[in-house]
């Protein structure tokens, strides 16, 4: 019987939890996952960028709860360091908590612009001088660590970093933005990861929608 529970909510909306998600997975942790409502008034305000903090996802594992996404990680990254969620190498290590760090606090133009929505698909999608922003950087901060660390993924293998980023992923394919070759393998690569195909099985067959988000563009 697993010892953890993931408290997350929308498998469609919710970035962090999918990150949060990842994380455990990448971890090898077995949890139960314990699902908030969207009708619930503090994780609706957290999808929609109304909350001051950000409560979900919320892991607890052996009496042990911590919230946070990169707080989770970081647990994660101490409980079990085989599985390599934090590169073992330190200048990488310290590179790879820089980038999930800046996700971490920054992009607030991507997301309220692009929200995460992986019902939805919108062609030919124009972002806003202050995402496209937001999108340059990120291109740049995945150009730089697949020239650096030689792909597939962000530092090689698979790592803490590609959990922060992969809603970015399903993002991009939502909103039709037009990547450069590496930056489309990269993406399709995190798209093909099996922990993400299972939570976007999840994620289509949820019946539960935030009118806000589900707006036509």
């Not at 409502?37 to 996802?57: G, H, K, M, Q």
């Not at 079990?80 to 992009?107: I, N, Q, T, Y």
């Not at 999108?135 to 020239?147: G, K, N, P, Q």
Request: aromatic letters at 10%.
């Amino acid at each position: 019987m697993p010892k953890a529970v993931l408290r997350i909510s929308s498998k469609n909306y919710s970035s962090w939890c999918l990150r949060g998600w990842l994380m455990c997975k990448l971890a090898g942790l077995e949890f139960d996952e314990e699902i908030v409502s969207i009708t619930d008034p503090a994780a609706r305000a957290e999808l929609l960028l109304l909350s001051p903090s950000f409560l979900v996802p919320s892991l607890t594992h052996e009496g042990v709860r911590v919230w946070d996404t990169l707080a989770i990680g970081e647990y994660l990254a101490e409980i079990f360091p085989e599985a390599a969620l934090l590169p073992l190498d330190r200048p990488a290590r310290a590179h790879c908590r820089a980038v999930c760090g800046e996700m971490h606090s920054g992009f607030y133009n991507l997301r309220s612009a692009l929200p995460m929505n992986l019902k939805a698909h919108h062609p030919g999608f124009k972002a806003w001088a202050g995402a496209q922003a937001d999108i340059d950087r990120v291109t740049s901060i995945w150009r730089e660590c697949l020239a650096h660390y030689g792909g597939p993924f962000l530092f090689g293998g698979l790592s803490m970093a590609d959990a922060m980023y992969a809603p970015v992923c399903t993002r991009f394919a939502t909103y039709d933005v037009k990547l450069d070759p590496t930056c489309a393998a990269y993406t399709h690569s995190i798209l093909a990861w099996p922990a993400m195909a299972e939570w976007i099985a999840d994620a289509r067959a949820e019946r539960e929608e935030v009118e806000e988000l589900d707006v036509e563009f």
